[in-house]
Every structure is written in C-alpha cells, then in structure tokens.
Nanobody, 128 residues
Framework: QLQLVESGGGLVQPGGSLRLSCAAS????????IGWFRQAPGKEREGVSC????????KYADSVKGRFTISRDNAKNTVYLQMNSLKPEDTAVYYC?????????????????????WGQGTQVTVSS
C-alpha cells in the first residue's frame, strides 16, 4: 500500500518551533519532488514549500521564507519541514504530497498538476 504519513504536529506557543516529517511507505521518495501544503479552517489549501527529488532545489511561499526550512533524507525515505518563529496565522492542517521530479520548478504550488500522492495531514496549532 502506497502511503505518505505526516507527523510532528501539535500545539506550540507563538515564536516556538516544530519539525514536521513526511514518511513514505510502499514506495521510495528518491524520484519524487515533495511539496508541503497547509489548509486553515475556511481557507483553500496553499503551497508552503517544495523540494526537488535530489534536494538541490527548494521553493518557499513568501509567508514562510526565512522561518521554514525544507529538507530530505532519502536514506530514511523522509522529508522534513522545520518551522521556526511560528505565528498564529501558521495554524493549519499540514499536508505533504509526492509529485513528479520536476514539479517544484514547473508546477508548485499547484495542488493538482504533477501531484501523485497526498498524506492525511497533521494539525499545527500556534496559540498562547
């Protein structure tokens, strides 16, 4: 069974940090670009960050630049999203998606073009 599983979400105070993980089972992430998306209540799902299959190319939404860092460890079949200086407006369900290897440079932040698999999401709540 092909699956992406996100973990690492939780409740954190403003200014705090969290590291999200996106782990694959049933397939290898080596040949996939990975995108992180988020969806807040009543809002559309939006692209947060993307990393190419090799890890050599990354992209960030303006709202998270300088605060979030995406990385991958293909040996562990896992992609990470390090989130620092969290703000209440970062509160959302965070999803990872596996996409075609050229997705980041061509399609991100599209939620459909080039996207092949979605995870089930992990809740991040930033509140005092």
């Amino acid at each position: 069974q092909l699956q992406l599983v996100e973990s690492g979400g939780g409740l954190v105070q403003p200014g705090g940090s969290l590291r999200l993980s996106c782990a694959a089972s049933g397939f290898t992430l080596d040949y996939y670009a990975i995108g992180w998306f988020r969806q807040a209540p009543g809002k559309e799902r939006e692209g947060v960050s993307c990393i190419s299959s090799s890890g050599g190319f990354t992209k960030y939404a303006d709202s998270v630049k300088g605060r979030f860092t995406i990385s991958r460890d293909n040996a562990k079949n896992t992609v990470y999203l390090q989130m620092n200086s969290l703000k209440p407006e970062d509160t959302a369900v965070y999803y990872c998606a596996a996409a075609l290897h050229f997705y980041c440079s061509v399609y991100f932040p599209s939620k459909s073009n080039g996207v092949r698999y979605w995870g089930q999401g992990t809740q991040v709540t930033v509140s005092s």
